[in-house]
């Protein structure tokens, strides 16, 4: 368990070594060091990891204090990790499909100029989120959480001399401000109710709180909590960032936004469930937000045109399903369907770069088509992404969708009306996956001569990991393969110690289970028909869709952004400017210019004392003696 | 031998010090202000001297011994000042060196 310090210590050193002295590091050496320290980081987890399951289920719980960081009276914190199933899961996670991405970085930031700022940033995150989810206490996973929104703001904004990823780097921060401003307050409710930030202390003493004013007390907590995971997570009502950060470099939006920051939402959630079930009215809004987020995002990605922006409107509406549920109490899938989400997600983003690698840049989906010929190891993978989030059969995103859906119906918490709308957005789901597959890979290439003549299969060191993560999207499910379908649900037995103290579902009957089951495969390939229809069979009817109100209506997102133009924006910067120039150039900066000029009438007086003849001088000399000794004899 | 009682020596050394001051007020060439105020400073010698023996004690002519060097060095200094000031500016005339001033 020693090990554990050095997850994170890793790549902070690779940071520095790349970040400090990239300079004169040759490109190859970053190259190396970069995806490197990842690569080490993610072996020290997995010593760690069978370390953990060497142990017995009950003893899963080893907290290793490196040093003591913050001590002031009664406040004390520790720089401490905490090995326990959960973090391994969400560091296996970071560490394994985070090497992938650096591997795959290497080609596909190849030719950039700033190839070793890069990695630097990457390294960086790697490090705020293994903090993120390693850490014992609330004030180190704060540290994490704003760590990696610095690196993604980094990362966004990484091409800083395009407008507009400055822009999106900028309101990705801002939207998350707004996020990380309640999970603050939220940390700070926390010590004042518990007198500590350990996590141990706090989750040893909520039972406490189940008086009715504790209660409340829970329910706000809860809700801060939660207003930072909407934010760092993309939810309703702050999800605008997300369909924005993909100005960023195309691995960035794997890795960040898709695979592991947007999830540290859905990872802190679980682990503050001792709190979260004191307060089912903050569950009652995490299931609610999630299943509304999960429809609306999957009903945007239904038309958009830009390959990267259907994946992020997929990945915020894959966020709510996790949301959905945490907040129905099903921990274990929301954790599950979020490591079979970074699988085949980080798989969809990584393809869709490889694809934009071999268009030169091209990113309207408009402009794609056939290139399952000239890129098949893309091609097969992405098939198989698509299939897994659709939801068919014996891929991974099957079985945890399953889960969450199964556990929305049956669960006390969760009701028809949730389960209904996963559903829809299951078949919504399936629909824009199949879209964007069939107008990218199959009919004729609609793209220019010039592009088309450039189009070829990426290098090795891009298609490997691709290939390695399309395996592990088929297999990844079946750790949590349904007992219902003969399995054994691999990781909700490696989880229970985590989730100990949940109430135990209602076991539902096998029928019931499934016929759900069906029901979502169903629905998925129904998607998957209708997206054959309009995209192959018959182009024209949905050309013909286009001239549709609800058309309109979802190409501009809803208007949101718009809205929140003019509801917040706007308003925030005209008060702004209001306030700089009556408030800061006139009484701040007249206060100040104004003292300035009267010392400046003051001094043009008095200078005139100053003739520069000696005599006067020497005569001022005398008279001031005189008038000394005068009050000396006479006074 | 009778002596010299003290006032004496205090009223010339106070002549001495008016003379000099008034020296330095209404004289414009530089050379005889310095002139003027080692007249100063030699009637505040004075002062000290006629102390000293009145008091019986040498304390007042160990002081102007100081004095005397720090004179000695005030003209030197002052001297050159002067001469520099007359090589630039062809004059020694008090109220042509009025550039002191803000």
Redesign the interface.
Known sequence: MDLVGLIPLLPILGFAAIGLGGRWLPKKAVSILGPGVVGASFLMTLAVFFQLFSLPPSERRVVTSLFSWVVAGNFSVDISFLVDPLSMVMALVVTGVGFLIHVYSVGYMGEDPGYRRYFAYLNLFTFSMLCLVLSSNFLLMYLGWEGVGLCSYLLIGFWYEKKSAADAGKKAFIVNRVGDFGFALGVMLIFTTFGTLDFGGVFSQAPALSTEGGQRIATAITLLLFLGAVGKSAQIPLYTWLPDAMEGPTPVSALIHAATMVTAGVYMVARCHALYLLAPFSMAVVAVIGALTAIMAASIGLVQNDIKRVLAYSTISQLGYMFLACGVGAFTAGIFHLVTHAFFKALLFLGAGSVIHALSGEQDLRKMGGLRKYMPATYTTFLIATLAISGVPLLSGFFSKDQILSAAFFSPQGGNFLWLLGIVTASMTAFYMFRLFFLTFTGGCRASEEVQHHIHESPHSMTVPLMILGFLAVVGGYIGMPHALGGVNAIAGYLAPVFADLPHLPEPSLGMEYLLMATSVVVAFLGISLAYFFYVRSPQAAERLRQNFLYTLLLNKYYVDEIYQALIVSPIVAGSRWVWERFDLGIIDGAVNGSARLVEKLALRG?QL??????QY??AV?MGVVIILAYLVWG | MAAVPLDWYLILAGLLFAIGTVGVLVSRNAIVILMAIELMLNAVNLTFVAFSHYMGKNDGQVLVFLVMTVAAAEAAVGLAIILNIFRTRESVNIDDINLMKW
Do not use: D, I, S
Request: cysteine-free; charged content about 20%.
């Open positions: 200078r100053q003739t520069g003849y000696v005599r020497a005569m005398v």
